[in-house]
């Protein structure tokens, strides 16, 4: 029977450890358990100090969301010595690479959060661990693992806004992410489009807004979404429901880091944003200013019907 217990503390510091010092199957293993969403499967290995992966698929690997899996993930792993990874994308019985691409990597990002690369359930710790004993390691075993942050950390809720942005939240915001169909949501009349009706969560009438609109950008068009991805904010007792595009991982950043957002942004943006997290590429919403917006925006509406 397979094993879908999450791997524990001390097995992910061992497979973190191991993938810091490049052991290609680990580091393998980890991008296989993301790139499953679209049956695509890497292979890895090293060559003159380069990362080599050939990515395989029964179609042409889709080259956007293959880049950013491996971006992300090996720029937040921080293998020690990485600075270049080649990319190969090939069909079955096919030697000739459909697309091929180079990623530059900067040393500097933080360690991967396990647990939330893990957290949908797999045999993905089997089979990390499997390769975790000492013969399983390369040549690259002399290499000393990175040490783990010191820093500052604070964890953050990454989610997709707009066609290709993403956005995070602070995680000690969050209540629930919530997967519910459009059926489930009860429109209220006089009410502005940032609105998308009250669902029932928990016994309790949960508002929930489109933040896309409520951001100034394209609002998602929900008669045509069969699920809808809602991230439940609760701050000072009051709670609200903001749907998404798509919610992807959480990650660690030092809070430290962010920087103001002044001129960085249009002016009906930037009074959500608590800043931006250069090496994320992702800006950090307030929650609290979204919270207020949006009952603001409704006692407003309300007063003029």
Known sequence: ??????????????????????????????LNHKLKAQEITAQVRWQNQVLRVALESSQVPDRSFSLDIIERGLKRLEIDGLNRVDISAYVPDSDQACWQEVIQLNSGSLAIDLAAWLESGTSLSDAVIEVAAPQGLTHRDHLTPSPLP??????????????????????????????????????????????LGIYNWR????????????????????????????????????????????????????????????????????????GYLRDARSIVLNPQAILTASTQQNARYSSNQ
């Open 1 to 30: 029977m397979t094993n879908t217990q999450s791997p524990t503390a001390s097995q992910q510091e061992r497979i973190l450890k191991l993938a810091q010092a490049g052991n290609p199957k680990v580091i393998a293993a980890l």
């Open 150 to 195: 010191t820093e500052p950390e604070q964890k953050y809720l990454c989610f997709q806004i707009g066609l290709e942005n993403t956005a995070m939240l602070p995680v000690e915001s969050i209540q629930e992410i919530l997967r519910l169909e459009a059926a489930q949501i009860l429109s209220v009349p006089d009410m502005p489009e940032t609105v």
């Open 203 to 274: 016994g309790e009438m949960l508002w929930l807004i489109d933040l896309n609109h409520l951001l100034g950008i394209e609002g998602l068009t929900t008669p045509t979404l069969d699920l809808l991805t809602a991230i439940v904010l609760e701050i000072d007792h009051q709670r609200l429901g903001i749907v998404v595009q798509q919610v992807e991982e959480i990650e660690a950043h030092n809070p430290n880091k962010l920087q103001p957002p002044a001129g960085l942004f249009s002016r009906h943006l930037e009074p959500f944003i608590e």
